[in-house]
């Protein structure tokens, strides 16, 4: 098996370095691009896995290389910014990066955030089986039940796509608190709650004859699902 590659677009040579040491010590192969007006360029040539992106790279900014990437692919992208007041505008935008990571961070951070968001990759397989009662479409953020398109917020559509990779696992709200949001520290397990409430009714209302999320007493939630026993 050939190893996952990382493309790191950053410009400070310190920060990339560091990073790329790390990657390549989790056996992940690096390349380095330091100018947003070559990471296109780099994303065709080398055809990475998955994309670490500074937001501010000289020539063209993360922001638009974001955008301009989801327009025609569904590559895995870590948006790393210097400040922690800005992500809560990022996932305002709705950019479909996978995950953002602040700096400054700790590089084994780093490393588990790329192996986390591979693994959510290779999990999430966007052509699911046409039989699947439950669509994802990770390129547009959006998911449907039944050919019906559920309207998902981007923390709906991340607990989603992440619970029903595992259909019958059982999730604690802290492990649902880790996924939906990058920095948690001010968000509440009541915050989870109300999400999975939220996207429970979407589902629920779209496709009533289904069960989909099943609280699990004490615990959390869980995802399978179960057709709703005919009433009469
Ligand atoms: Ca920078």
């Keep these: 098996m050939t190893a996952n590659r990382v493309?790191?677009?950053?410009?400070?040579?310190?920060?990339?370095?560091?990073?790329?040491?790390?990657l390549q010590a989790s056996a992940l192969e690096t390349r380095l691009v330091e100018r947003g007006d070559e990471v296109l360029d780099a994303i065709a040539d080398w055809q990475p896995d998955l994309l670490l992106l500074d937001l501010n790279l000289p020539a063209v900014d993360g922001l638009t290389?974001?955008?301009?990437?989801?327009?025609?692919?569904?590559?895995?992208?870590?948006?790393v910014t210097a400040r922690v007041d800005e992500i809560d505008r990022l996932l305002g935008l709705e950019l479909g990066a996978d995950?953002?990571?602040?700096?400054p961070f700790s590089p084994r951070e780093v490393v588990a955030r790329v192996r986390a968001v591979l693994r959510r990759s290779v999990a999430a397989n966007p052509e699911?089986?046409?039989?699947?009662?439950l669509r994802l479409d990770r390129q547009g953020r959006s998911a449907s039940v039944f050919g019906h398109p559920l309207?998902?917020?981007?923390?709906?559509?991340?607990?989603?796509?992440?619970?029903?990779?595992?259909?019958?696992?059982?999730?604690?709200?802290?492990?649902?608190?880790?996924q939906a949001y990058s920095d948690y520290r001010d968000v509440s397990d009541r915050a989870i709650d109300s999400h999975i409430k939220n996207l429970r009714r979407k589902l629920d209302t779209t496709a009533p004859h289904y069960r989909w999320i099943h609280s699990v007493y004490g615990?959390?939630?869980?995802?399978?699902?179960e057709p709703v026993e005919d009433a009469t």
Excluded at 7 to 22: K, Q, T
Excluded at 65 to 75: E, F, M
Excluded at 128 to 133: G, I, V
Excluded at 164 to 177: D, K, T
């Design 99 to 103: 995950d953002y990571i602040c700096k």
């Design 151 to 178: 309207n998902l917020t981007e923390v709906e559509y991340r607990l989603l796509e992440l619970i029903a990779q595992r259909p019958g696992r059982v999730w604690s709200r802290s492990q649902l608190l880790d």
């Design 128 to 133: 699911a089986d046409p039989n699947q009662p």
């Design 7 to 22: 493309l790191i677009a950053e410009d400070e040579s310190r920060i990339a370095s560091v990073m790329a040491d790390y």
């Design 219 to 225: 615990v959390g939630y869980r995802f399978e699902p």
């Design 65 to 79: 290389l974001c955008k301009q990437i989801r327009a025609q692919s569904r590559l895995p992208i870590i948006m």
